[in-house]
């Protein structure tokens, strides 16, 4: 079967390289959620406190401050497959450490060298993906895509416990790698470039512009806003309906209603924007909407269907925001700039939701936690608002 050319085997062969990136972020949705999963039983075998429990989960996300910028540069040198493979092995390999590990610390340095893996894939699958859809149908792969990560959280939040009670800590670390591997034999195997696309000339690379990497911190911070909502939300959600007499267990279960609406949501918004051809539209209601809905919260008296409705209105947005960069990023820089654009993402979300955890201590209250969420998706609007002036205005450039 040939590939070439934009007729039926093109359409195919896009839609099976977003399955193949879709498996690999749905791998690594999987493995961050492991050390949460099984924080329990590593509290009881190794006797490690909720600091250090916080410590090995936020040491997936943490190298990616240092790695973000790098990968975009590293995947134009020896090429996406190949960086990202590595990407894959070295989280095969933390994994592993961290499934034989006789200490905390070996756990610890085990999941800091898998999330070195994982931020190469975060960076450079957002530029693979790019490169097959950013002609045609962007908003929908890239929702597809987006859902992959939250769907591996999900699957783990729904699993890993379980089978961690049911055999051991060690076995769920081990399911989580050989996913990863599958992932990365799928990758190896099947992914190649889109036809037509010129390969990277590493002796003369075109460079990133002053104008490039405004447009990627641009977008970058408004996609970090985006998320550190939804996380403080998802994180301080639960505190909410405690503070209004509901258990743990269950106050925890009704928020985690509002992912499984994301999930849900989130392709709807991009098959809405792609095939109604209105991307603005499905991203200013969304965000409005769930401001709305977000402002609303801690002041009405049963807040579980406004979740519910905020996680469906949020994630319509989500794929034409997770868009912005891609829609405007020359193909020669898209490695470097979605290096620049998640550089944000990596270095200004574990600050925003200190700050909102830091507003709960002052305050003695979750609302204001709340309204610092529904302030950072007005930043948010606002900020999209300015990219979309910007885009219009600076369209020859791009």
Known sequence: MSWRGEGD???????????VLFAARFALGYQFQSAGSVAPFLMRDFGIDYTQVGLLVGGFILPGIAISLPSGFLGRRFGDKSVVTAGMALMVLGGAIA???PSYSIILFGHLLAGVGGAILIVLMSK????????????????IFIVGWPAGIAAGQATQSFLAEMTSWQF???????LVALALVLMAAFYHRPPGLQPDAPERPQRLRWQDIKIACLAGITWMFLNGAYLVMLSFGPSLF?????QVAQASAMVSLMSWMTILA????????????????????????SIALGAALPFVPYPLVFFLLF????????????SLAAEVFDPRVRGPGFGVYFLWYFGGMPALIAFAGLLRDWTGSITASILFAVGMLVCCLLLAGVFRLIQRRSAPAF
């Open 311 to 322: 996680g469906f209105a949020f994630a319509t947005a989500v794929p034409v925001v997770g």
């Open 172 to 178: 769920v670390f081990r399911l989580s790698i050989v």
């Open 242 to 246: 405690i503070e209004r007499g509901i």
């Open 128 to 143: 693979m993906l790019t490169d097959w859809f950013a002609e045609k149908e962007l908003h929908l792969g890239n929702a």
């Open 266 to 289: 989130i392709p709807l918004g991009g098959h809405l924007a792609t095939h109604y051809r209105v991307p603005n539209i499905v991203m200013v209601g969304g965000l409005a909407v």
């Open 99 to 101: 499934s034989f590990a």
């Open 9 to 19: 085997c093109m359409v195919v062969s896009r839609w099976f390289m977003l399955a």
